[in-house]
T-cell receptor, first 117, second 111 residues
């Protein structure tokens, strides 16, 4: 089946620093990738939709200058949390849509646990 | 805007019991509905995907139904096992491909 990887799986950083999270579709091409954030005991909230070669579309309330998304190829999207603060500590999950799949199913990465101290 | 609700928020059952998880959504104009399992601190595992034209999908001990007109889906788990303990998430995709998640049901199956 389609596999989506994320790197790193967990990261601890100091307040004020920036952190980059990578999302890769390993065995399929995806023009669209999605970034979600999940706080403890809460559901996934869509942050932004990333299309290859174009600017990401951000959900209302998500700061595009704080959460920089780059989707430079059909298999890689990156999320950079700039000037991270403790309130950015969360579980970040990416998802990629398989172009070839008839159902346009989204495949999810294993997530990245970000802790800002 | 699509709202997805899952009831109950938490459920604890003894091993071997059959159980039903509920998902409701406010906008019936959906493309598909998907059930996921999430273990603590982990990503999502897709369990079942139901297209808008379908009424149910089955995989092993799992059966998911969809009633688009009433905005409801159920996930039926037969003969529950301790290994089924996890959070179960329901997600609805709109025709414009925006996917919305419910808050999940946290299931505990006691040995």
């Amino acid at each position: 089946g389609a596999v989506v990887s994320q790197h790193p799986s967990w990261v601890i950083c100091k307040s004020g620093t920036s952190v980059k999270i990578e999302c890769r579709s390993l065995d399929f091409q995806a023009t669209t990738m999605f970034w979600y954030r999940q706080f403890p005991k809460q559901s996934l909230m869509l942050m932004a939709t990333s299309n290859e070669g174009s600017k990401a579309t951000y959900e209302q309330g998500v700061e595009k200058d704080k959460f920089l998304i780059n989707h430079a190829s059909l298999t890689l999207s990156t999320l950079t949390v700039t000037s991270a603060h403790p309130e950015d500590s969360s579980f970040y999950i990416c998802s990629a849509r398989d172009l070839a799949g008839k159902s346009y199913e989204q495949y999810f990465g294993p997530g990245t646990r970000l802790t800002v101290t | 805007k699509q709202e997805v609700t899952q009831i109950p928020a938490a459920l604890s059952v003894p091993e071997g019991e059959n159980l039903v998880l509920n998902c409701s959504f406010t906008d019936s104009a959906i493309y598909n509905l998907q059930w996921f399992r999430q273990d603590p601190g982990k990503g999502l595992t897709s369990l079942l995907l139901i297209q808008s034209s379908q009424r149910e999908q089955t995989s092993g001990r799992l059966n998911a139904s969809l009633d688009k007109s009433s905005g409801r889906s159920t996930l039926y788990i037969a003969a529950s096992q301790p290994g089924d303990s996890a959070t179960y998430l329901c997600a609805v995709r709109a025709p414009d491909n925006d996917m919305r998640f419910g808050a999940g049901t946290r299931l505990t199956v006691k040995p």
